[in-house]
């Protein structure tokens, strides 16, 4: 039987002037953080939407890459991931992310370097998140008065 795991977003104003926040309700991690055009695309302290894409890839992919490690009989002492979510400013329609990219370290005990490539290979190949990044998106809009 599937889940559904959500976050909310609330904005106020034009783009480049405009305040908004996001809220994770579900799990109460976090309430009402700041974003904003300049947390965005300038140095303005706050988080924004692509950051918080690179948090949850970065995740799902050591959870990821301790399963497959699991499965081929190794226990990993600790995984590190550096998710870097790349975007282009310019393109049509708009800013676009362009592709992620997955830095990871870890200390696995008894394991090659040749099977820790493969199987990282096949971990990235198989996080939720990874996935998620080529399915289709739908939309339910409604206008209130």
Known sequence: MGFKRYATA??????????GTMSTPQSGL??????????????????????????????????????VLGKSGFTPDR????????MEPGMDPGPTVTGVHLIVEASVPG?????FQQIAEAAK?????????????????????
């Open 10 to 19: 609330v904005w106020n104003g034009d783009l480049q002037a405009g305040k």
């Open 79 to 86: 995984i590190s991931t550096r998710a870097e979510a790349m």
């Open 30 to 67: 976090f309430a009402d953080q700041n974003y904003s055009f300049k947390t965005r695309f300038g140095d303005e302290k706050g988080t924004n939407p692509e950051e918080l894409l690179a948090a949850a890839h970065a995740g799902c992919f050591s959870m990821a890459l301790s399963a």
């Open 111 to 115: 394991i090659s370097a040749e099977q």
């Open 125 to 145: 190949a198989g996080c939720v998140i990874s996935r998620a990044l080529s399915v289709p998106v739908t939309l339910s809009a409604t206008l209130q008065a």
